[in-house]
């Protein structure tokens, strides 16, 4: 039940294209946001849902990550171009299964206290630990990983018993805990004993979050001063919980917001401004097929005829409202590692006489009403997809219901909600094709996905069988780092080939900024890249 928690909280939240975001790409100069570089001044942004928890190894949604962002630094960062910068650590090195961090010198806790490789071990084998039930476990570190420190040499080396071809970037990417917060996770939920950029100094829960920039801050991203001599830096940062997109763009427009992402209607009267935007892609438009026993969509043919039945281009305008992009894999949170195209080629085509003609050779046949029927069972489905999209998402829904009713399947839909979508996960509801988005960063993130245990003792929620992906996927885990990149790619077109999945939209996120600028990348504000801008 653990992983189907994980699961779910992994594809509700790129429902609400929270998690599934992307690199930055701005437009407007620096006069859009208000003149040159200004001290002393406060960002204020907004939030569409409280963060909950802010303890960054037991939260996987979008809202508590981009607060921990200004909170708790990590070993390494990933830069927009993929490459690897320093963070807490000054030096590492990785294969499949060892990675060793040397932690720079003179990195303190926000209380002042130093930062010790004991600490970073402790945070590592924290999320290692099965019974610590931390949602990055298997996402970031395997369990049963094991995490040596040497004072000496100020040096951390992390052994996983799982070849990871990425391990390097995902143990890097843990965010780090000072050493009072490992005995403390309650004060730690609250956002206290960090060691990133920001300390919080005000929590309303529901209502707003103020944070503070340290002073002796120097390890970020390109830090080699103080962070005060950074021009344009934000002294205080203002987090609104704002749920309503319409109330943020108001507020943004009115000056009382520096930035607010915008995913709905109101993003066009914004662009129509020119406002200065930082854009990220999100995985809105992933179909998935029930392949468990007894289900129709076991059968291959029987997909591939659903597949053809709808035409997916005009779904993707419906389920983003014209806004999205034809999807290029699985795989979507950038900077992306691997950048393969994997969709291009491999989806039917739009075809509703070949779908109809592929059902009649599967042994589906028309009866007198017009629903096909074999072996006495009608071609009754039921599909499923987030309520949390809102209108976009039911309407796109109701077009894929009339296909596939034009080809002779008697087809239900119905939306379900972060409840529903954690039933789906933990095979607790009956579906036999899912709109289900999945934020995902890394390739090996997809794998728990699509192959090896079904609920409830793993998250290959669709029961999905694909040999030919579970044999690439397991050379390419043995290889580090890029170098795996083409075997993970052809892995994923293993999968869309058959059509196990159908990605076939990615929506566009603009973050808009007021008398700021900013980035966005992996699905949140870069601190470090706030500035303000004023006459």
């Known amino acids: 039940m653990r992983s189907a928690r994980i699961a779910a909280a992994v594809i509700g939240a790129a429902a609400l294209v929270l998690t599934g975001c992307g690199g930055a790409s701005n437009a407007g100069g620096p006069a859009a946001s208000g003149g040159s570089p200004a001290d002393g001044r406060s960002f204020t942004m907004a939030m569409p849902s409280d963060p909950g928890t802010l303890d960054p190894a037991m939260t996987v949604m979008a809202a508590a990550i981009q607060v921990d962002r200004f909170l708790y630094d990590p070993l390494i960062h990933v830069a927009r171009d993929g490459g690897v910068t320093s963070g807490l650590a000054e030096k590492w090195q990785a294969d499949t299964t060892t990675a060793r961090f040397t932690l720079r010198p003179g990195v303190t806790c926000a209380d002042g206290a130093p930062l010790t490789v004991r600490d970073v071990a402790a945070n590592i084998a924290f999320v290692a630990d099965p019974k610590n039930r931390s949602p990055l476990a298997g996402l970031y570190v395997n369990p049963g990983t094991t995490v040596e420190a040497d004072a000496g040499t100020r040096e951390i080396t992390v052994t996983s018993k799982v070849p990871d071809a990425f391990l390097l970037r995902n143990i890097g990417s843990v965010p780090m805990v000072c050493g009072k917060g490992m005995d403390d996770r309650g004060a730690v939920a609250k956002g206290q004993h960090g060691t990133g950029m920001f300390t919080l100094t005000e929590a309303v829960p ?20 103080p962070a005060k001599a950074e021009k344009g830096l934000p002294d205080k940062v203002h987090i609104r919980v704002v749920a309503n997109e319409t109330t943020a763009a108001n507020l943004l427009l009115s000056g009382e917001l520096n930035a607010a992402g915008l995913g709905g209607p109101d993003q066009q009267r914004l662009l129509g401004r020119g406002q200065f935007h930082a854009d990220s892609a999100s995985a809105r438009g992933e179909m998935w097929f029930h392949h468990a026993p007894g289900r129709p969509t076991r059968d291959e043919s029987v997909r591939r005829a659903l597949a053809q039945a709808v035409d997916l281009g005009d779904i993707g305008k419906v389920l983003t409202a014209g806004t999205g992009k034809p999807s290029r894999g699985l795989i979507t949170i950038d900077p992306k590692a691997c950048k393969d195209n994997t969709v291009a080629g491999k989806l039917p085509a739009h075809d509703v006489r070949a779908a109809k003609s592929l059902l009649d050779r599967a042994g589906w046949k028309e009866n007198a009403d017009g629903v096909r029927v074999k072996d006495g069972k009608r071609l009754a489905l039921t599909l499923v997809y987030p309520s949390l999209i809102g209108q976009p998402a039911a309407s796109a829904a109701e077009l894929i219901q009339e296909a596939w009713q034009e080809v002779g399947a008697d087809v239900t839909i119905r939306g379900i909600d972060n409840t529903g979508i954690n039933q789906v996960v933990a095979g607790n509801a009956s579906w036999d094709a899912a709109v289900l988005p999945l934020g995902l960063g890394l390739p090996p ?26 044999t690439l996927a397991d050379k390419a885990s043995r290889m580090p780092g890029t170098t795996g990149c083409p075997t993970w790619s052809r892995a994923e077109s293993a999968l869309i080939s058959s059509v196990d999945v159908v990605p076939f939209v990615d929506a566009v996120l603009p973050t808009f900024g007021a008398g700021a600028r900013f980035e966005v990348n992996h699905g949140s504000i870069m601190p470090s890249s706030i500035r303000m801008y004023g006459d």
């Open 445 to 470: 993130q997809l794998r728990p996905f699509v192959s090896g245990p079904k609920p409830p003792d793993g998250t290959n929620f669709a029961h999905i069988d694909n040999k030919a992906y579970a």
């Open 206 to 225: 529901g209502d707003h979050y103020t944070l503070t920039r340290r002073e002796d801050y120097v390890w970020g991203p390109g830090a080699r001063q």
